[in-house]
């Protein structure tokens, strides 16, 4: 029986129908262990944004439920998430007051999730999920290192165990240095700080099974309280304020949307990049769909349930879903577990976290931080691909020396102008005839190639349009002007699957200027959608409709029949003077 059609929109209510009592055990058991992990690092990422830490129990909570009712995956889960962090602070940071008042942030920071959460919706409904496909592989590979090295930069010093007023990579790194050298750094945080990162790392490498964050949580706070180092001067997180975050309306002056709503844009497009490119890779190893569309929905739904209890912007966790599903997680039942467990914690045990040390929450952040980068791929980059290396290094140096905002939207920008020099310089060639392959082939990579005398076959891969019409007619005009004795200029049309009123005014002028010479113009291969728009055109009063012809093979054909020319090894005769062509036979 068909669904109705809201339960497309509303995919929980589905999950609830057809929920397996036998999924129950491992969905409650997951969420328990995924718990641990979000609690800890919810409150680091908050602090990240620049938010109170207990801000980011309260946007796990509402997230997980939110996406749980219009998510449409079984696995994924949200949260905050370190990617985001950057973002939000240097959207909120600027709007700031002198000193920045905590509750004015959590209003900033709230009403920027309500304002993705909508974009992601809207755009959801009206099927824009392509969007993720702004951010090309190299720029976010780009990006996402320029991230990771702009988070750590800026936790050393809570690591360190002491605090830099500094903006930027270039002067935040200066100052820690500086600060480091001025005896600055508390020793004993930096021991706990350092010893933390060590801890999480060593665990993820040899025992990746174990909830590593949560066990060296667990140690640090032991330790803090076991030696009072709170007396040494460690910073912890202290008592977590109590009860369930309240519905709250996120008050902002008017004057602070505008650039709220450029910071909203930006998320969004992150977020929606980092959420499909998940939720591929887990729906791949259970053969499952991705619905695009829908995880927008999704993603929308969790921000707004967010941003109105007193959170931030949230996205896809690779990591955190990667732990549901090694503990055996079945559906998002997982996720509303793992909410039900934070909200234990703030109503009954708000004292769990004040042993918590600052610099332990600064070594999460920049365990997270290690594993956006991907110098593997960049590595790739450089061997396969220098342009697209070139690509990713400029947009980690935007991200790093411009700032996280910045850096996006040159990501974005380089990605479509990479499209587009693709489309304005493509690649183009003669093609001949080789020996035991059929059909006709790039005399680049064959250079003894065969060609006919007085005729060119010319491949030009990309669409005719405006930014490269020009380049096309002046490459068949300079063919024209190196072969005295060419007849035929044969295009073969296949690639070309556009062509627009500027190339049809070039194509016009084009072949009148070859008539003019003798020369015909032909096209082999030209698409049917094309061809239409060719005759629309009215490209068949200049252009011979004749000269518009199946194949290549048919086009060679009928220049053979028409002329009589053989095929001839293009490499120089001492008794032909050298020339490549020769005359017709």
């Given at each position: ?27 409650v ?16 990422y908050?602090?990240?944004?620049g938010?109170?830490p ?8 509402l ?10 995956s ?13 973002m ?16 004015r ?9 309500v ?21 090309s592989?190299?720029t976010?590979i780009?990006?996402?290192n320029g ?21 930027g ?5 200066r ?12 020793a ?6 350092i010893?933390?990162?060590?801890g ?5 490498r ?11 949580v ?30 709250t ?5 008017w ?18 990049a980092?959420?499909?490119?998940t ?10 769909r991705v ?9 929308g ?6 941003g ?60 997270a ?20 290396f ?11 020396l ?14 479509i102008l ?8 493509p ?19 064959y250079p003894?190639?065969q ?20 380049m096309f ?11 005295p ?10 690639p ?7 190339a ?12 003019a ?20 055109y ?14 290549l ?23 032909d ?5 020769g005359?017709?036979?």
């Amino acid at each position: 029986m068909k669904q109705p059609w809201w339960q497309e929109y509303v995919p929980g209510v589905g999950m609830a129908r057809s929920y397996q009592r036998t999924w129950l055990p491992r969905d409650v058991v997951a969420g328990l262990v995924l718990s641990a992990l979000l609690v800890p690092q919810g409150m680091a990422y908050a602090e990240l944004a620049g938010l109170p830490p207990v801000t980011g129990l309260y946007t796990s909570i509402l997230c997980l439920l939110g996406y749980a009712v219009f998510g449409p995956s079984r696995v994924l889960v949200l949260g905050p998430d370190s990617s985001l962090g950057p973002m939000i602070a240097a959207t909120i940071a600027p709007l700031l007051l002198a000193n920045g008042d905590p509750a004015r942030a959590v209003a900033l920071a709230s009403m920027l999730a309500v304002m993705v959460g909508v974009v992601m919706t809207i755009a959801g409904v009206a099927k824009f999920g392509f969007v993720a496909d702004l951010l090309s592989k190299p720029t976010q590979i780009g990006y996402m290192n320029g991230l990771a090295l702009t988070i750590i930069i800026g936790q050393l010093d809570k690591l360190f165990g002491f605090s830099v007023d500094a903006e930027g990579l270039v002067a935040e790194t200066r100052d820690f240095f500086t600060g480091l050298a001025d005896g600055a750094a508390n020793a004993t945080a930096a021991i706990l700080g350092i010893g933390s990162l060590a801890g999480i790392l060593l665990l993820n490498r040899l025992l990746p099974k174990l909830p590593s964050v949560l066990i060296v949580v667990v140690l640090a706070a032991l330790l803090v309280n076991a030696f009072d180092l709170e007396e040494r001067e460690v910073d912890t997180v202290g008592v977590l304020p109590q009860g369930f975050p309240p519905f709250t309306i996120p008050a902002v002056g008017w004057g602070d949307l505008p650039p709220l709503f450029v910071g909203a844009l930006a998320i969004a497009v992150v977020a929606l990049a980092d959420t499909m490119s998940t939720a591929s890779a887990f729906a791949a190893r259970k053969g499952d769909r991705v619905r695009g569309n829908q995880e927008m929905v999704g993603i929308g739904a969790a921000n707004i349930a967010a941003g109105f209890f007193q959170g931030f912007p949230v996205s896809t966790s690779g990591s955190r879903t990667a732990v549901a599903e090694q503990a055996g997680s079945r559906s998002q039942v997982t996720g509303i577990v793992g909410a039900g467990m934070i909200t234990v914690v703030l109503v009954f045990a708000t004292s769990l976290m004040q042993y918590v040390p600052q610099p332990t929450l600064g070594a999460i952040v920049i365990a997270a931080a290690l594993s956006l980068a991907d110098i593997a791929g960049t590595r790739r980059l450089w061997h396969q691909r220098r342009t697209e290396f070139g690509l990713s290094v400029i947009a980690l140096l935007g991200v790093a020396l411009l700032g996280v905002l910045p850096g996006i939207l040159i990501a974005v920008a380089l990605s479509i102008l990479n499209v587009f020099r693709r489309a304005w310089w493509p690649h183009e060639t003669e093609l001949g005839r080789v020996d035991g392959i059929a059909g006709l082939h790039d005399t680049e990579s064959y250079p003894d190639a065969q060609l006919l005398p007085g005729l060119v076959v010319y491949r030009f891969d990309a669409p005719l349009i405006f930014a490269n019409a020009r380049m096309f007619s002046d490459k068949v005009r300079e063919i024209a002007e190196d072969h005295p004795d060419l007849r035929w200029i044969i295009v073969a049309a296949e690639p070309i699957t556009d062509v627009d009123t500027t190339a049809s005014d070039m194509l016009q002028e084009l072949d009148s200027w070859l008539n003019a010479r003798g020369v015909s113009l032909v096209f082999a291969e030209m698409k049917d959608p094309v061809r239409a728009k060719i005759e629309r055109y009215e490209l068949t009063r200049t252009i011979d409709p004749a000269h518009f012809l199946p194949t290549l093979d048919d086009a060679v054909a009928q220049y053979i029949q028409q002329t009589g020319a053989n095929w001839r090894d293009p490499r120089p005769k001492a008794d032909d003077g050298g020339s490549r062509r020769g005359a017709p036979e």
